[in-house]
């Protein structure tokens, strides 16, 4: 089953504008990672933050961490129409013996219009 | 060593019939995974190799579906006498042991069933 739900699942905004996308997820993490998948493409990491963090920024993203109310948000800033694509948050957990696997959402599909 | 490579990029095929599709992961990455996504779904979770052992299958994987990692490097995922319902994208991802660490994906096989 899917761990991570993202919300809205469609978000559509002008260049210029931020984007903020959700996630919740259920069950305690180690760390919670972001994702993004262009159309019919494989997916690109974008951040990773650690269940001991709070907030962390690369570039134009933030993204921030609540494990109390297990809930993650990624803000693009300053969008551009090349940042169209779909989002996901993912948490690890394990798999077997010592072995972890990342546990998808399923996704927020941003359109940045120009 | 550029990324992650999957083979084919689209495949086609008929109901009953058997393909094979094979991911070659970055190089010093001993951990492989295979994913499943169909349309507006997160990716799913099938199992996952650590060098040459496999160590998870998810319930998903049925009895039609094997994977291989012959001698830790590249990986196999075989679907036999197919169904319909296997028509997806297939995404393989390695990683490095540490845990904490994003995936890097290939760019996936789309698998279609007619």
């Known amino acids: 089953s899917q761990q991570g739900e993202e919300d809205p699942q469609a978000l559509s905004i002008q260049e210029g504008e931020n984007a903020t996308m959700n996630c919740s997820y259920k069950?305690?993490?180690?760390?919670l990672q972001w994702y993004r998948q262009n159309s019919g493409r494989g997916l690109v990491h974008l951040i990773l933050?650690?269940?001991?963090?709070r907030e962390k920024h690369s570039g134009r993203l933030r993204v921030t961490l609540d494990t109390s109310k297990k809930s993650s948000s990624l803000l693009i800033t300053a969008s551009r129409a090349a940042d169209t694509a779909s989002y996901f948050c993912?948490?690890?957990?394990?798999?077997?013996?010592?072995?972890?696997?990342?546990?998808f959402g399923k996704g927020t599909s941003l359109l940045v219009t120009p | 060593d550029t990324g992650v490579s999957q083979d084919p990029r689209h495949k086609i095929t008929k109901r009953g019939q058997n393909v094979t599709f094979r991911c070659d992961p970055i190089?010093?990455?001993?951990?492989l995974y295979w994913y499943r996504q169909t349309l507006g779904q997160g990716p799913e979770f099938l199992t996952y190799?650590?060098?040459?052992?496999?160590?998870?299958k998810s319930r998903l994987l049925s009895d039609r579906f094997s994977a291989e990692r012959p001698k830790g490097s590249f990986s196999t995922l075989e679907i036999q006498r197919t169904e319909q319902g296997d028509s997806a994208m297939y995404l393989c991802?390695?990683?490095?042991?540490?845990?904490?660490?994003?995936?890097?994906f290939g760019s996936g096989t789309r698998l279609t069933v007619v």
């Open positions: 933050i650690r269940s001991n963090e």
């Open positions: 190799f650590q060098n040459e052992a496999q160590l998870e």
């Open positions: 993912a948490t690890d957990e394990v798999v077997a013996n010592s072995g972890y696997a990342l546990n």
């Open positions: 069950t305690s993490i180690n760390n």
């Open positions: 991802a390695s990683s490095l042991e540490v845990r904490g660490l994003g995936y890097t």
């Open positions: 190089s010093e990455h001993n951990r």
